[in-house]
């Protein structure tokens, strides 16, 4: 019987390469994000038999409505990723507005708990399953004119920390650093000098093979991809 991996924010980038790679390997895709043109082009290439659709993970609401379809449609997850992120245009901290700032937060750890709050419980019923929390380099370092992405990824690391003293035996969860890869967000930030890190096709291929053996010696750690 196939494994369920559940991916938020999986409409491009990092998100879109494991559900890509996550398929290859024989496991069902279960995955969500904001763009729905972006969501049935990945769906044509990954074929009916995994189940996508849109939602925000910054509303409660929607992540709740989100977690029912999933469950409905191709089960509960053996391993979720908490992979939806946001990082704010290059600028000071004094010179970043309140709305930007909070909407890095919302996104990147309010969004995680969402997730949680909506997933685990259901996790918990089959008393196993694997939670991931997407972090960064930036989750235990600091960069100027990146602070909200900063602050988030320090947040990130934190709750993970707290979650995996919380679940019950079975259940494990990680914060996850993907590494630096040529994505849409590092080239906001890095301009053309991302173009010389790994692609998110070549990245998937290690990453997902460390997401399927992460085991409970790794609860509550910091995992590099």
């Known amino acids: 019987m196939s494994k369920l991996v559940c991916i938020s924010g999986c409409s491009r980038g990092l998100g879109r ?26 769906k044509e290439e990954l074929g009916d038999r995994h189940f996508l659709d849109t939602f925000d ?17 191709v089960g509960i997850p053996d ?12 600028a000071p901290l004094t010179k970043i507005t309140p709305e930007e700032f909070a909407s890095v937060l919302a996104v990147n750890l309010g969004g995680i708990h969402n997730m949680v ?13 694997v939670i991931v929390n997407f972090s960064s380099y930036w989750g235990k ?6 602070g909200p992405y900063c602050a988030s990824k320090w947040g990130v690391e934190g709750f993970t920390r707290s979650l995996a003293e919380e ?15 040529d994505t849409d967000m590092l080239r906001s930030c890095f301009g053309e000098a991302a ?5 998110p096709s070549e990245w998937a291929k290690h990453a997902v093979s460390r997401l399927e053996n992460l085991s409970l010696q790794d609860n509550g750690t ?4």
């Open 222 to 225: 910091t995992v590099i991809g």
């Open 117 to 129: 709050r909506s997933f685990v419980p259901l996790m918990e019923k089959n008393k196993s399953g």
């Open 141 to 146: 370092s600091t960069a100027p004119e990146v």
């Open 57 to 73: 993970v910054t509303f409660p609401t929607q992540v709740d409505d989100f977690a029912k379809k999933v469950v409905s449609n």
């Open 79 to 90: 391993l979720l990723i908490n992979n939806a992120g946001l990082i704010n245009q290059n």
């Open 167 to 181: 679940l019950p035996r079975g259940l494990i969860t990680v914060a996850f650093n993907p590494g630096i890869i």
């Open 17 to 42: 390469a494991m559900a890509k790679e996550f398929a290859s390997r024989a496991w069902k895709v279960a995955g969500g994000a904001r763009n729905k043109e972006a969501l049935l082009k990945l």
């Open 195 to 199: 173009s010389s890190h790994e692609k």
